[in-house]
């Protein structure tokens, strides 16, 4: 497990989600503050597996107990969980897309930002 880029990919996220607004600003403060303090007990390559596996599930954990979302609690099929992953992985390629679009007006994009997380009322 490559954990340190996972740490870093964690965090960028969380600043990804901080500069949109999506979820109050202490909360994402609080999860940039826990992330960070994660990265001074990175374990290493030749840590057991097991000993890295949790240090991957503290990551999880920081982002769904600062978010309010508790993980223990939650019970999703495979299939659920994949279509999550996909769902956040979507919007994460989405910011990207937006901080390299050149020709798309600031309008046009918060209006697809105001769609990104929410559910359509029809």
């Not at 996220?13 to 909360?27: E, H, M, S, T, V």
Request: hydrophobic fraction near 45%.
């Amino acid at each position: 497990l490559a954990l340190e880029g996972e740490i870093d990919r964690a965090l960028a996220l969380a600043q990804n989600y901080q500069r949109l607004g999506i979820f109050k600003a202490d909360l994402i403060d609080g999860l940039i503050i826990d992330l960070n303090s994660l990265k001074s007990t990175i374990p290493d390559n030749n840590s057991p597996l097991s000993v890295r596996q949790e240090f991957a599930i503290k990551i999880v954990d920081f982002f769904f107990s600062s978010l309010g979302f508790y993980f223990h609690n939650l019970r999703l099929s495979r299939e659920e969980l994949r279509q999550f992953v996909d769902y956040f992985y979507t919007l994460e390629l989405m910011v990207r897309c937006k901080e390299a679009a050149v020709r798309v007006s600031p309008k046009v994009w918060a209006g697809i930002e105001s769609r990104m997380v929410t559910v359509p009322t029809e």
